[in-house]
T-cell receptor, first 115, second 109 residues
Framework: DAGITQSPRHKVTETGTPVTLRCHQTENHRYMYWYRQDPGHGLRLIHYSYGVKDTDKGEVSDGYSVSRSKTEDFLLTLESATSSQTSVYFC??????????????FGEGSRLTVL | AQRVTQPEKLLSVFKGAPVELKCNYSYSGSPELFWYVQYSRQRLQLLLRHISRESIKGFTADLNKGETSFHLKKPFAQEEDSAMYYCALRGGATNKLIFGTGTLLAVQP
């Protein structure tokens, strides 16, 4: 498995509280991604990063922010969690850009429950 | 807009039967298509990509630009093929992968 770790792996929180999920990689890959996985929706891209301090929005970015201050860490923050953000969150990394094979390596996922 | 459609939420077949997991896409340019698989209690992982034209674990997928499809096929299903399968599209000046909603394949003994 690629060196990707997500923390926490499980979290239960209450509506209105801030939550931060961390993705840490040891592969020195340039690209990092946050997806959420929901039944009937599959995997949807929240935000992604193409370098330190370089990020962009995905399909479902409302209510989420990200930061990448160093290559190995990509943080996903829910400023004020809502029940609709109950989901399993996956971090992924990719070595290559447009010219590359495009393979993503995924973390094990973080299950977030917002009560 | 880029879109990936997997019309079947669940596909149940018997061991030894042929399998076809459907994937259709919407994209105006030249897409790159992938199949990812998630086995129980394992990480999501790449199964195959159309540019490689490879067969992995007996699975193949051919990109049909006329029908905008990238169906995943295997002639004889095995119980260990039971998993969630996602079709994904990459296109345009981006390194984003857009995933479909997934199809759960259940291979019965």
């Amino acid at each position: 498995d690629a060196g990707i770790t997500q923390s926490p792996r499980h979290k239960v929180t209450e509506t209105g509280t801030p939550v931060t999920l961390r993705c840490h990689q040891t592969e020195n890959h340039r690209y990092m991604y946050w997806y959420r996985q929901d039944p009937g929706h599959g995997l949807r891209l929240i935000h992604y990063s193409y370098g330190v301090k370089d990020t962009d929005k995905g399909e479902v970015s409302d209510g989420y922010s990200v930061s990448r201050s160093k290559t190995e860490d990509f943080l996903l923050t829910l400023e004020s969690a809502t029940s609709s953000q109950t989901s399993v969150y996956f971090c992924a990394i990719s070595e290559s850009g447009l010219a590359g094979p495009g393979e993503l390596f995924f973390g094990e996922g973080s299950r977030l429950t917002v009560l | 807009a880029q879109r990936v459609t997997q019309p079947e939420k669940l596909l149940s077949v018997f061991k030894g039967a042929p399998v076809e997991l459907k994937c259709n896409y919407s994209y105006s340019g030249s897409p790159e298509l992938f199949w990812y698989v998630q086995y129980s209690r394992q990480r999501l992982q790449l199964l195959l990509r159309h540019i490689s034209r490879e067969s992995i674990k007996g699975f193949t997928a051919d990109l049909n630009k006329g029908e905008t499809s990238f169906h995943l096929k295997k002639p004889f299903a095995q119980e260990e093929d039971s998993a969630m399968y996602y079709c994904a599209l990459r296109g345009g000046a981006t390194n984003k992968l857009i995933f479909g909603t997934g199809t759960l394949l259940a291979v019965q003994p």
